[in-house]
T-cell receptor, first 110, second 114 residues
Framework: QKEVEQNSGPLSVPEGAIASLNCTYS??????FFWYRQYSGKSPELIMS????GDKEDGRFTAQLNKASQYVSLLIRDSQPSDSATYLC??????????FGAGTILRVKS | DTAVSQTPKYLVTQMGNDKSIKCEQN?????MYWYKQDSKKFLKIMFS???????INETVPNRFSPKSPDKAHLNLHINSLELGDSAVYFC?????????????FGPGTRLLVL
């Protein structure tokens, strides 16, 4: 069973700090990785996608991928209370199958 | 201008009943999916269709039957509902770009089986 592992948290950070969310995956064949944000009672919303080793930045968000270590991370700079949500890491397997981690709860304290 | 829509938003029903959930996307995507999110918030794929053809069929009881009348619609019919079917069911869609298909989710259907 191919898996995506995340620390369930909650991860608590003060407003303005950097939040660091981590994820590991078991399928070495996965090439595409995604971070989704899910507010309570809402649907998952895409934050970032990353396909190549290294960093990818989009505004306050930076995704990092290390395929050798099978590790994906998401950094949120200048964290805001509105960033408080569950962050889902997902790896794409053969056949466009997205395998999700259980999610990390992030709480940003004002 | 909703991209991926689902009906109904909430569904409360008795054990043993049969129910359907409908999904429509107006993004022009070729592929549509059904996911189940259980009480522990774990999101797991059930089915996917590409241009009306079944692509992914995970280990799901055969009481669940997807139907895709055209590439913009993917419905989910559930027979003989059980308590364990209570969950949030999300529809999603993605374009067909090999290896980089971002999936966009609908608002979810909250199913409660009593």
């Amino acid at each position: 069973q191919k898996e995506v592992e995340q620390n369930s948290g909650p991860l608590s950070v003060p407003e303005g700090a950097i939040a660091s969310l981590n994820c590991t995956y078991s399928d070495r064949g996965s090439q595409s990785f995604f971070w989704y944000r899910q507010y309570s009672g809402k649907s998952p919303e895409l934050i970032m996608s990353i396909y190549s080793n290294g960093d990818k930045e989009d505004g306050r968000f930076t995704a990092q991928l290390n395929k050798a270590s099978q590790y994906v991370s998401l950094l949120i700079r200048d964290s805001q209370p509105s960033d408080s949500a569950t962050y889902l890491c997902a790896a794409m397997e053969y056949g466009n199958k997205l395998v999700f981690g259980a999610g990390t709860i992030l709480r940003v304290k004002s | 201008d909703t991209a991926v829509s689902q009906t109904p938003k909430y569904l409360v029903t008795q054990m043993g009943n049969d129910k359907s959930i409908k999904c429509e996307q107006n993004l022009g995507h070729d592929t549509m999916y059904w996911y189940k999110q259980d009480s522990k918030k774990f999101l797991k794929i059930m089915f996917s269709y590409n241009n009306k053809e079944l692509i992914i069929n995970e280990t799901v009881p055969n009481r669940f039957s997807p139907k895709s009348p055209d590439k913009a619609h993917l419905n989910l019919h559930i027979n003989s509902l059980e308590l364990g079917d209570s969950a949030v069911y999300f529809c999603a869609s993605s374009p067909f770009i090999d290896g980089q298909e971002t999936q966009y989710f609908g608002p979810g259907t909250r199913l409660l089986v009593l």
